[in-house]
């Protein structure tokens, strides 16, 4: 166990939908990371937040948005859904100054849209 | 541009035999980390094992170990006395210089161990 959770594990949904995903980062971890792995594309960064703010963005659309909130969990909104946003959704957290820098996942949010 | 290379979109490994993963980077930071995780057919993503650029010696962890070749620009898994368990999918990673800590991905390695 990573100490990261995410919440759904598995989200079911339809094409024009919008859903939220949850995550809370390890206890004292300030950085929160948002990652897309689907089959064809690998794992991509999506976006990382540090301590409520935008830290770093990757590859996300603008159809998706993330925040960190003051309690430092955080969320991932997608929003007018596509057959290929279906693909496993990963929060990671680490401690942003000292350590080794690595960053622990999340099991995980597997989205499906019909 | 920086990035993580993995050549071996499979391999197979027999029980209790040692397999060697590898894993190339392309950077032109002078700091810098290289990481190794897991992720078994169960979706979730383990952390292995980290090497930073000045690390003189090769990472351990149990039977994981890296072969840090900085020269060669190189940071191959090593997994010894492989185990049934071990059969995942195994993603090299490397974070660049500075204050973030984004990590540039490879797109893995499906390791299967045969009994």
């Known amino acids: 166990d990573s100490g990261v959770t995410q919440t759904p594990k598995h989200l079911i949904t339809a094409t024009g939908q919008r859903v939220t995903l949850r995550c809370s980062p390890r206890s004292g971890d300030l950085s929160v990371y948002w990652y897309q792995q689907s089959l064809d594309q690998g794992l991509q960064f999506l976006i990382q937040?540090?301590?409520?703010?935008?830290?770093a963005k990757g590859n996300i659309l603008e159809r998706f948005s993330a925040q960190q909130f003051p309690d430092l969990h955080s969320e991932l909104n997608l929003s007018s859904l596509e057959l290929g946003d279906s693909a496993l959704y990963f929060c990671a957290s680490s401690a942003l100054a000292g350590g080794q820098g690595e960053q622990f996942f999340g099991p995980g949010t597997r989205l499906t849209v019909l | 541009a920086q990035k993580i290379t993995q050549t071996q979109p499979g391999m197979f490994v027999q029980e209790k035999e040692a397999v060697t993963l590898d894993c190339t980077y392309d950077t032109s930071d002078q700091s810098y980390g290289l990481f190794w995780y897991k992720q078994p057919s169960s979706g979730e993503m383990i952390f292995l094992i980290y090497q930073g650029s000045y690390d003189e010696q090769n990472a351990t962890e149990g039977r994981y170990s890296l072969n840090f070749q900085k020269a060669r620009k190189s940071a191959n898994l090593v997994i010894s006395a492989s185990q049934l368990g071990d059969s995942a999918m195994y993603f090299c990673a490397m974070r660049p210089a500075g204050n973030n800590r984004k990590l540039i991905w490879g797109l893995g390695t499906s390791l299967a161990v045969n009994p």
């Open positions: 937040y540090y301590n409520g703010e935008e830290r």
